[in-house]
């Protein structure tokens, strides 16, 4: 069973943008998996790896999308993407280093942190969008 399953509860109703969610939340659902069977470490770091350089990735689409329709919120959205690049990256230096381990702790605030920065967050541009029309 998937960690995490894209559901119309997650549109935005931008299709770039669902597409590229449902990428991060399969790449969520990879590394849960690679957990669960217990692959070797090579695995697990060439999952999270790209787990990581995907989610730069789409912030900086998103980012991109949002400054082209002229969203209001760009900036504090920018924001929030910053600071969870950096709670993101300073895991993956532990992890990197050694120091901590992919769980099911860790998976469990992985699922939630895309979950609600999709229904709480980027909900709001696809609103914005759909009333404005400058998609
Ligand atoms: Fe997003």
Do not use: C
């Not at 559901?7 to 990428?23: F, G």
């Not at 939630?112 to 709001?124: A, E, G, L, S, Y």
């Amino acid at each position: 069973m998937a960690l995490l399953d894209w559901n119309t509860s997650l549109s935005v109703d931008v299709s770039a943008m669902d597409e590229e969610h449902k990428k991060l939340i399969g790449l969520v659902n990879d590394l849960n998996e690679a957990m669960k069977q217990g692959k070797t470490k090579d695995e697990m770091d060439r999952v999270f790896n790209e787990l990581a350089r995907y989610t730069q990735s789409h912030f900086a689409s998103e980012e991109r999308y949002l400054e082209k329709i002229g969203y209001p919120g760009a900036a504090q959205q920018k924001k929030e993407h910053a600071e969870l690049m950096t709670q993101v990256a300073a895991f993956k230096a532990e992890y990197d280093a050694g120091k901590a381990m992919i769980s099911v702790k860790l998976m469990g605030f992985l699922r939630d942190w895309v979950r609600n920065h999709i229904q709480k967050t980027d909900k709001q541009y696809g609103v914005w969008a759909q009333q404005n029309a400058k998609v």
